[in-house]
């Protein structure tokens, strides 16, 4: 049987590239509102909703901005901001303000609309309440790969590294009002659909082409891009995406989780090149790893060999910032690579977020104000 090929572009370089899924906050009620027609259509040269880095998502309540193909760190940080300010002027006009953050803590998912596009229409209808829950947020890194042999390799590797990402960036603990006991609730909810969660460990390139032609000849999806694992390849951009990661409230937590990404891409690309073979942790150990992550953030004990022994996340984090420092310095993120053990020491988002509720009694309404000053004024680390 004839596969079909998938082609992989690849990049020259670990490049870089973000995605930021913006909530659109009433500011009378700190509810989500559904503005994204508006303000797209604002901020676009034509008046038609159509902006370069400004996108629709499956909620009208989200917006997701882009950044063009960036070579640092800083300059995708630049490119992120310079199109946030052009959504805040719009959004300013229409009392709504821009925050992220993995879940909106008081939100019902049931009352918010679907944005009129075909794509999010069949999601739906494929997945029912499954897709219509989908009120989350997130970040996502890209990291340019240097050939399409190596993509799937390097995908097995970062396996490893995914409770390094989910415990820095959890800002989840809300859903709907209530604590759900969990640092990152978002991951738990994506997962449910068919395609999203864990990537399968696949052996190559070759086998990733047999297995999305299985998929698509199965009718499971209708093309690759409905794969939305945490961690996969993306063949038209010839990047390894890092979907993992929560909605991140700043541009300073963005910065530490792309420098962390491209750091890692960049080794393992270079290892390949020298012929070494990337270690590939064993799934059930990746499993147990992300739940513990997506429960207790930074205060987990992570999994880190197949004896069973852990170390806390803390702990790996800081270890594998001091080894990285070596690349970040080729490719100047040192800056961010090195704000890392700082926004350990202030504490991630859902901490963030729970100790303000602490100071307000329990009342959510100020942790949605929290989160919309730190996307505003940044962390300061």
Not at 366 to 371: I, T, Y
């Amino acid at each position: 049987m004839l596969v079909v090929r998938i082609d992989f572009s690849p990049s020259q370089r670990t490049s870089l590239g973000v995605e930021w899924e913006l909530e659109l906050v009433d500011l009378d009620t700190r509810e989500l509102s559904g503005a994204s027609d508006a303000i797209l259509a604002a901020i676009s040269a034509e008046g038609d909703g159509e902006h370069p880095k400004a996108k629709h998502e499956l909620l009208q309540s989200c917006i997701e901005v882009i950044t063009g193909i960036c070579q640092t760190v800083a300059e995708a940080r630049d490119d992120l901001a310079g199109t946030v300010a052009e959504v805040r002027a719009a959004a300013d006009e229409r009392n709504v303000g821009l925050m992220c953050s993995g879940t909106h803590p008081i939100t019902d998912w049931a009352t918010q609309r679907i944005t009129d596009n075909e794509r999010y229409h069949q999601l739906i209808e494929r997945n029912q309440w499954m897709a219509r829950q989908l009120q989350i947020f997130g970040v996502h890194v890209h990291c340019g790969v240097r050939a399409p042999e190596k993509a799937i390799p390097i995908v097995n590797a970062l396996l490893a590294y995914l409770p390094h990402f989910l415990s820095l960036s959890a800002s989840s603990p809300y859903w709907i009002g209530s604590d759900t006991g969990l640092a990152s609730y978002r991951s738990k909810i994506f997962e449910a659909l068919p395609t999203a969660g864990l990537p399968y460990q696949l052996s190559g390139w070759d086998e990733f082409e047999k297995y999305m032609d299985a998929l698509v000849s199965s009718n499971a999806i209708d093309s690759i891009r409905e794969v939305w694992w945490d961690i996969r390849p993306h063949p038209n951009f010839g990047t390894v995406e890092l979907r993992i990661c929560d909605g991140l409230p700043s541009l300073d937590e963005i910065a530490c989780v792309a420098a962390l990404a491209q750091c890692l891409v960049d080794r393992f690309d270079r290892q390949l090149d020298h012929g070494y073979t990337l270690p590939e942790p064993r799934p059930w150990l990746v499993r147990e790893n992300k739940w513990r992550a997506a429960r207790y953030g930074l205060d987990a004990e992570i999994v880190v060999d197949n004896s069973g022994r852990v170390q806390p996340v803390k702990s790996a984090i800081t270890d594998l910032v001091e080894d990285l420092l070596p690349v970040a310095r080729r490719l100047d993120c040192v800056d961010e690579l090195e704000l890392i053990p700082k926004l350990i020491e202030r504490g991630a988002s859902y901490q963030r977020q729970r100790a303000t509720a602490a100071v307000h009694e329990g009342k959510l309404e100020p942790v949605v104000d929290a989160l919309l000053t730190e996307m505003r004024e940044g962390l300061k680390l």
